[in-house]
Nanobody
């Protein structure tokens, strides 16, 4: 049974930081690229960041580049998203997702999804 269990959301003030974790099970984690996507109220789900299977390459949406960092620990089957300098426009539900082999930059490409965790950035 595939599971992606997220943690780390919450309420934070502008310029604050949060760290998401996503623990994977039920599939061969090291064979999947991992991504984080988010969905704000009334908006479509959008790409935030992705990381290749071995962690050698990372990719970011322009809106978060320089503020967010994605990383993974294949020994722990876990992917992380460190979010710094948070802005009110980062308020959204954040989802980790797994995609077989190559990374993806749009949500339909992903095979498995976490349940989502809410992030609220107050101004």
């Amino acid at each position: 049974q595939v599971q992606l269990v997220e943690s780390g959301g919450g309420l934070v003030q502008t310029e604050g930081s949060l760290r998401h974790s996503c623990a994977a099970s039920g599939f061969t984690f090291s064979s999947y690229a991992m991504g984080w996507l988010r969905q704000a109220p009334g908006k479509e789900r959008e790409f935030v960041a992705a990381i290749r299977r071995n962690g050698a390459n990372t990719y970011y949406a322009d809106s978060v580049k320089g503020r967010f960092t994605i990383s993974r620990d294949n020994a722990k089957n876990t992917v992380y998203l460190q979010m710094n300098s948070l802005k009110p426009e980062d308020t959204a539900d954040y989802y980790c997702a797994a995609k077989w082999w190559a990374y993806g930059s749009s949500w339909p490409e992903y095979d498995y999804w976490g349940q989502g965790t809410q992030v609220t950035v107050s101004s």
